[in-house]
């Protein structure tokens, strides 16, 4: 199984610290640079194939309903915890909008939740 692609963009010009726990996972992760970075996600994960995008913003909804109307990704939005990304992952959700959370957890939980779903768990 191949390590899975998660690309992060946030508002703010963030996401090190998600990329960091993505890494630990097994994952790899791209970070888009700079502010605004949120409003790019979808074409980032159209040009490098990715699995998961994960958008930080103050409400988590710009960059995922971005990325799902341009791009037809299935994307929910609005995510305040690390069990509501897990959950959403488990329910096949490719764009992850979430408010500024940008932690080390959140990128370790993804990937291994994703991981598992692949794995058929």
Do not use: W
């Amino acid at each position: 199984m191949s390590k899975p692609l998660i690309v992060i963009g946030h508002r703010m010009g963030g996401g090190e610290k998600t990329a960091n726990g993505v890494r630990k996972a097994g994952g790899e992760a791209i970070v888009i640079p700079g502010m605004v970075a949120d409003m790019k996600l979808g074409s980032y994960m159209k040009e490098h194939n990715a699995d998961i995008g994960i958008s930080f913003c103050g409400s988590g909804g710009a960059g995922a309903i971005t990325a799902a109307n341009q791009f037809g990704f299935r994307a929910v939005h609005h995510l305040r915890t690390v069990e509501a990304g897990v959950r959403a992952v488990k329910d096949g959700y490719q764009v992850l909008g979430f408010g500024f959370m940008d932690t080390e957890e959140l990128g370790i939980k993804l990937v291994e939740t994703y991981l598992a779903v692949q794995k058929g768990e």
